[in-house]
């Protein structure tokens, strides 16, 4: 743009929401939504109930063995 070009907000706003679009569009698919399989589903479970009952390791822990 110019600077001797008068701009609309309408413009502006239109202009946003195309960008908006295409980052969305690279987004998938560059990040692709990946769901969990169903052993990974339990493995997570078990790895929450572990944690709830204490059966686990602070990272810093074992960091400094």
Known sequence: MGSNENVTLDAVYSELLYLHKKIDKLEEILIPEVE??????????????????????????????
Do not use: N, S
């Open 36 to 65: 969990m399989t169903k052993e990974e589903r339990e493995e997570l479970e078990t790895a929450k109930t572990d944690y709830k009952e204490g059966k686990t390791v602070e990272f810093k822990t074992i960091k400094k063995g």
